[in-house]
């Protein structure tokens, strides 16, 4: 029998107008109430503020939130969720461990706190393709401020760390045989030991949040393993921030768990490029739209 996975993008994959099809006026006002953001400012009209961490975090985690109630409305429920680093607050919402506000308002601080975590210029990422993650692991161990921050796929590893060394890691990276090394355009080193201190503020506003124990697994970042009750959940959060975000063998899990539907909810495909280049077998789905949404019913249902 089939299982179905949610999963849900992170920063990076945000647009003007995502949701828009499940997105009201009165979600869009009680979001602002509980946040002080102005959501229908930063997600239906044309802005720079989307593209700013401490909007962007929980602008995408409403449209993921508000597209996973459609889908369970429908009778699409998942068996297993997992997402990537933002996206994880997502899966957690999905598995039944966090309310809908308590969640938009723990993602707000997470968002402000990453922002605010280094200076403008000071951090940045890049995108390296061709090599694995042990091999990218041997090159960045040997340079002071440089660390994996994502295992994307077997062969698509996100470095990040101090902008003053990048050239330097970009360069012994390319030596070592990687196809393509691109600098990111990003605020700031996420996953980096650098936002240990961010991680620790955002425990302390987690202190306030109430956590549920799962109704389904949701696979950690941090751990590439299912969480099942609230016991771990704060600390994983902590530690995600500054920890290297573990999706392919996240994925991985879940296709030996028995997932073989793969629903990527949110405005993007970005997941599913990966899960296709982790298994080409499994079956993947995107929901962006209610026209995505009634296709994929009729394809479950078929």
């Not at 299982?3 to 003007?16: D, E, H, M, R, S």
């Not at 297993?80 to 723990?106: H, P, Q, R, T, V």
Request: net charge negative; aromatic share 6%.
């Amino acid at each position: 029998m089939s299982k179905i996975g949610f999963v849900y993008p992170g920063q990076g994959a945000q647009k003007v107008g995502m949701g828009k099809d499940f997105l009201n006026l009165e979600i869009l006002e009680k979001a602002k109430l509980k946040t002080g953001i102005d959501f229908q400012q930063i997600i239906p009209e044309e802005n720079e503020l989307i593209d700013q961490t401490r909007y962007t975090q929980p602008a995408m985690l409403l449209v993921e939130m508000v597209i996973t109630d459609e889908l369970i409305k429908s009778g699409i429920e998942p068996d297993l969720a997992a997402g990537l680093s933002l996206g994880e607050y997502g899966a957690i919402y999905a598995a039944g461990g966090i309310n809908f506000y308590d969640a938009l308002k723990a993602v707000s601080v997470r968002g402000k706190l990453m922002e605010e975590a280094v200076p403008s210029g000071v951090g940045t990422m890049a995108a390296i393709l061709g090599l694995t993650g042990e091999k990218v692991e041997n090159v960045v161990n040997e340079i002071e401020g440089i660390t994996v921050a994502n295992y994307n796929t077997d062969t698509q590893i996100i470095v990040t760390g101090q902008k003053a060394m990048m050239d330097e890691a970009i360069t012994k990276l390319k030596v070592a045989g990687a196809k393509i090394c691109k600098e990111l355009n990003v605020s700031g080193p996420f996953h980096s030991p650098m936002l240990i201190p961010a991680g620790k503020k955002l425990r302390e506003a987690l202190s306030s949040v109430e956590i549920f124990d799962m109704k389904i697994p949701y696979v950690s970042n941090v751990t590439a393993k299912t969480v099942n009750d609230k016991a771990s959940v704060k600390e994983l959060l902590e530690k995600q921030v500054s920890s290297p975000v573990r999706w392919s063998d996240s994925v991985k899990l879940m296709i030996e768990e028995g997932v073989d539907i793969f629903i990527e909810i949110g405005p993007s495909k970005t997941l599913s490029n990966m899960i296709k280049k982790i298994d080409k077998s499994v079956k993947i789905y995107n929901v962006e739209t209610r026209e995505d949404l009634e296709k994929l019913r009729g394809e479950l249902n078929a």
